[in-house]
DNA sequence: GTCTATACCAGGATAGAC
DNA sequence: GTCTATCCTGGTATAGAC
């Protein structure tokens, strides 16, 4: 449909490869991290965060331990201590990063655009393309906000008001415009942000059955479009 | 609604205190608990398993140590041993139990009914119910799966399918019927089944809103139906 | 049946050699 | 910069008094 976002085209337009939000996090994290030179720290904690990635997403943050860590990464336990400071402070590298890139991301795609049908699918499949492209960020951070410490579990709990916030305000904007369907706006953001986050969590099902991720987002897109066009029903 | 079910009678009907509950949990575990007395034993169990729940919503399973357990349901660490036999057997006992009920709620609901619309209405009606009357039971087992041991891990699996099934069969009957407009009938499933999900993960977001467990049925049911009575898109 | 005391081990974190 | 060896806390689990 016109407006539409590939998701071919936007994979090649972020280009989050590992090695590169890795460089980005060792440029602003240079007071935590010990090491001087950047290729080397950029190669190790590209292993290191890969590594606790596929951990936190097996078994947990919690029960993934540190030893783990170093045998899974290859790097020494020691080592490990020269890029964080503590287990706690692990989680908020991998998490703190992935925050950013996801609020750019979104605001990006709907920057200039007025008309809300096209905005809702664009925020829509930004939103889902994000999430398959950084599928174990989110993961970790659904299921981990609780682990979290205060100041991070606060942000999470925010990030997730803040992403729902602009489903919302896009759904009203319809509505006061005369284009959408009256309808609780709130609930069917929530109801947005269920779906968009059951891609990321339950991966193994849609891949499973072999859904892609745009058949996915088309699935969607259909379900809310129905209902937001439907004018039989108050 | 004609057959919908209101969340007052079914609260009522299945009757499920923790107490009775744990009585059966005791009767079925003859094998696993060493307590002879069953009023002692159920009250004890009883204090267990909701200080458990209550730590394992917090913090997560991994992170509750028993020690924790101890202090919040006022028995000793040693006498818990007395009613399991380590802490995964903790999780089997609190796990086991709740897949039964529901199961048995689910089928009941439908039971005798032909109509595909009241079928759909019904046992997502009674799906919600169940979760907000076992709501810490539904989080647990949600959040938990990855760390359960193998055997509950694959049943946690086979539920999850077992239930979106459930959706997947009610729809394809409508559709063959002619009652319903064709559609992925799997992923309106799934779609059913994450809005489901996401009224016992984000209980604090639906409290603060003051949502209630029938407004948030409503507006699924609404939602659904009008995609499902759409006959404008193919 | 329940408690306290304790064994034993795994985990996070650090020191210091290379 | 990285590694190995080690410290020490806090976890699970048990023994045995009451």
New interface residues.
């Given amino acids: 449909m016109d407006g539409d976002i590939r998701f071919s085209t936007f994979k090649r337009d972020v280009n989050l490869t590992m090695v590169e939000i890795c460089r980005e996090i060792f440029r602003n994290n240079s007071g935590g991290i010990k090491i001087q030179k950047e290729e080397v720290a950029v190669r190790s904690l590209a292993k290191i965060l890969e590594a606790a990635l596929r951990l936190c997403n097996?078994?947990?943050f919690?029960?993934m331990s540190l030893r783990d860590l170093s045998r899974e990464s290859g790097v020494s336990l020691g080592a490990m201590y020269s890029y964080f400071s503590s287990k706690d402070d692990l989680l908020r590298l991998m998490q703190g990063h992935g925050r950013s890139v996801i609020v750019r991301i979104l605001e990006g795609v709907i920057s200039g655009i007025d008309d809300p049908w096209i905005r809702l699918r664009r925020s829509i499949q930004a939103h889902l393309y994000a999430s398959e492209v950084l599928q174990p960020w989110f993961y970790l951070s659904y299921?981990e906000t609780?682990?979290f410490p205060a100041d991070e579990f606060k942000k999470a709990l925010e990030s997730?008001?803040y992403t729902e916030r602009m489903f919302v305000d896009i759904i009203m904007d319809g509505q006061s415009r005369g284009l959408f369907r009256p309808?609780?706006a709130?609930?069917?953001g929530?109801?947005i942000?269920?779906?968009l986050?059951?891609w990321y969590l339950?991966r193994w099902?849609?891949t499973a059955?072999k859904?892609s991720v745009e058949?996915?987002g088309n699935?969607?897109l259909?379900?809310i479009e129905?209902?937001l066009?439907?004018r039989?029903?108050s």
Same sequence: chains 1, 2.
């Fill in positions: 097996r078994k947990g919690a029960s299921m609780r682990n997730e008001l309808a609780d709130e609930l069917l929530s109801a942000k269920s779906m986050q059951d339950k099902k849609y059955r859904v058949d996915y699935f969607m259909g379900f129905s209902y066009m439907d039989e029903i």
